[in-house]
């Protein structure tokens, strides 16, 4: 096998090992492929991030919205995670409440033996 097909052939099989490892995490936790589940602590530093990215992603398009915080949610384990999340965002001196789908998926970009 050609060191090239060797490293392919790594990165595929730690491909699987993971999404066969995200797959055991779901069924433990109940989690059914394509339904939406409640966030159980949307106050947890990832989910607030995701929605802070939601906001600034949605202010590219020439809007200024000034994110607060997550207020509640759900994931959707799909391929990859869906989350739907409901933000409080000031806009000017009004906080609305916004709700945005995040996809956030599991990408390798390099997986390779260290030497020594």
Do not use: C
Not at 37 to 52: C, M
Not at 80 to 100: C, D, P, S, T
Not at 102 to 107: H, S, Y
Request: aromatic share 8%; net charge positive.
């Amino acid at each position: 096998m050609a060191l090239g097909q060797y490293h392919l052939f790594l990165v595929m099989s730690a491909a699987l090992l993971l999404l066969n490892g995200v797959s055991v995490a779901a069924a433990s936790e109940d989690k059914i492929l394509g339904a939406w589940t409640p966030i159980k602590n949307v106050n947890d530093l990832h989910v607030q991030y995701l929605g802070k990215r939601a906001v600034t992603s949605h202010n590219l398009s020439g809007n200024s919205l000034k994110f607060k915080r997550v207020i509640s949610g759900e994931t959707q384990l799909v391929n990859g995670m869906n989350y739907r999340l409901v933000i409080e965002a000031l806009n000017g001196n009004n906080v609305g409440k916004y709700q945005a789908v995040v996809f956030e998926k599991i990408r390798i970009r390099s997986f390779n033996p260290l030497l020594g």
